[in-house]
């Protein structure tokens, strides 16, 4: 079992910047691909960044590139989400999840373990 916490959310002007983390605990998923998520009120989650198991490579939603980055330290088993230049419109819940493949996952049916999310506020 993986139990996942994420942490650094909360309210920000817009174009500032808010850094996310996710400690993993219980069973150890350095090797696991992880994801972040957000959903907005009304809308349906979706996947913001990917990162493979190793950490080298990621991947971002076409609406974030450039502006996030998501980073890995296996020695702490923590996940991090750095988001710079933040639109209103990024606004929402951010989920941690971590899945069983190594490979970065796209879909949230292929993450098995998930954060309770961190709200993201972001003022015009």
């Known amino acids: 079992q993986v139990q996942l916490v994420e942490s650094g959310g909360g309210l920000v002007q817009a174009g500032g910047s808010l850094r996310l983390s996710c400690a993993a605990s219980?069973?150890?998923?350095?090797?696991?691909?992880m994801g972040w998520f957000r959903q907005a009120p009304g809308k349906e989650r979706e996947v913001v960044a990917t990162?493979?198991?190793?950490?080298?490579?990621?991947s971002y939603t076409h609406s974030v590139a450039g502006r996030f980055t998501s980073s890995r330290d296996s020695a702490t088993n923590t996940v991090a989400l750095q988001m710079n230049s933040l639109h209103p419109e990024a606004a929402s819940v951010y989920y941690c999840?971590?899945?069983?493949?190594?490979?970065?996952?796209?879909?949230?049916?292929?993450?098995?373990?998930w954060g309770q999310g961190t709200q993201v506020t972001v003022s015009s």
């Open positions: 990162i493979s198991g190793s950490g080298s490579s990621t």
């Open positions: 999840a971590a899945s069983s493949w190594a490979t970065m996952r796209s879909s949230a049916t292929e993450y098995n373990y």
């Open positions: 219980g069973r150890t998923c350095s090797r696991n691909a």
